[in-house]
């Protein structure tokens, strides 16, 4: 009976020993870190690192662009001073522009496409310059630009996704009732915006770098964590690859459309704010051909038309490049006619090297698929 306890206590200590870990072997651990390394490789190299090196090659047309311009006006590019006022002044051009653009590509990564951008931002102009409007100050006149670019953005939505409207269609009927609402607003009259502060926007700087820089670093910087970190961004793209994918899923695709033109229309009221207090007024023919210098910028950037793809980083380096074409030009003494042009060669360009790209991945998923099957 007196060795019942330690027969038993024995197992148990035996127990409570750590287990021996088995020898590692130096040849495996290499052979880790080389499908470690490989795969850091096969991202950058495949579909994943596609955004990072359109990216790159972005910033290399910029490159090329400032090299032209300083082979071509080496007097105006020797100036330090003129440079850096050269450098404002193209994202002073490009910050209207781009908020516009921030919306539309959310539009086209969903899936959609918006033809009224433009026309949005001048009926949200010509709303807040209104006598009545601009009586309630600055707060009335953002309030109101907001408000109006929110709400036509929300009734594209609503004719896209309720009414089964083609967004072609009715994104284009929105871009003339729009148009045709501020000249009948406006009386077809230019209204003079005499708010010190929102004409200040546009004249005011912090740092040396002008307020308008400042708004359109703000809006990209909450569009990219919107599309990049939230659910909503991952919605986005799942609407945009496959509705029905993403409807069998458990996405409400009707109301997450209706979400993304209103987010347009959201962005064109900030723009409207920005183009009014550059222009001191505003107008029903303001905007003019907006809409196409946002798919084009948006296009440049990677962003697929058919939907499902794009980056808000490489939308806004479409703009930029869009905004440094037409300084190139501007300081070179060339017709816009020229400029046109160039920038309707680049969106060409742009769409052909998507379309070669998507068909090698097709064919590469699909001969992957085959040698898997």
Known sequence: MSELPTSTAAPHRAAQLPAQSPPVDPAETAAVAKVSTAGRLSWWRGDGGEGARRNLGLIGVLVALVVIGALTRSDLYSDPDWVWDNVLSILKLAAVVGVVTVGMTFVIIGGGIDLSVGAIVALAGVWCTTVATQSYGAGGMIFSALTVGLAVGLVNGLLISYGRLVPFIATLAMLVAARGLAA??????????????????????????????????????????????????????????????????????????????????????????????????????????????????????????????????????????????????????????????????????????????????????????????
């Open 184 to 373: 009948e607003i406006s009386d077809k009259q230019t209204q003079v915006s005499d708010n010190t502060f929102i004409n200040g926007l546009a004249s005011n700087s912090v740092f040396g770098i002008p307020l308008l820089v400042y708004i359109l670093a703000a809006v990209v910087a909450a569009g990219w964590v919107l599309l990049n970190r939230t659910t909503f961004g991952r919605r986005t793209v799942a609407v945009g690859g496959n509705p029905e994918a993403a409807r069998l899923a458990g996405i409400n695709v009707k109301r997450h459309t209706v979400l993304l033109y209103a987010l347009s229309g959201l962005c064109c009221g900030i723009a409207a704010i920005m183009l009014t207090a550059q222009a001191n007024s505003a107008q029903a023919a303001m905007a003019n051909l907006y809409e196409l210098d946002a798919i084009a910028a948006a296009i440049i950037g990677g962003t697929l038309l058919s939907g499902g793809r794009g980056t808000i980083i490489g939308s806004l380096l479409g703009v930029v490049i869009f905004a440094t074409i037409t300084n190139l030009f501007a300081i070179n003494g060339l017709s816009t006619e020229a400029q046109n042009m160039v920038k309707g060669g680049i969106i060409v360009a742009a769409v052909l090297v998507q379309q070669v790209q998507f068909r090698s991945l097709t064919q590469f998923l699909g001969r992957n698929r085959l040698t898997t099957t």
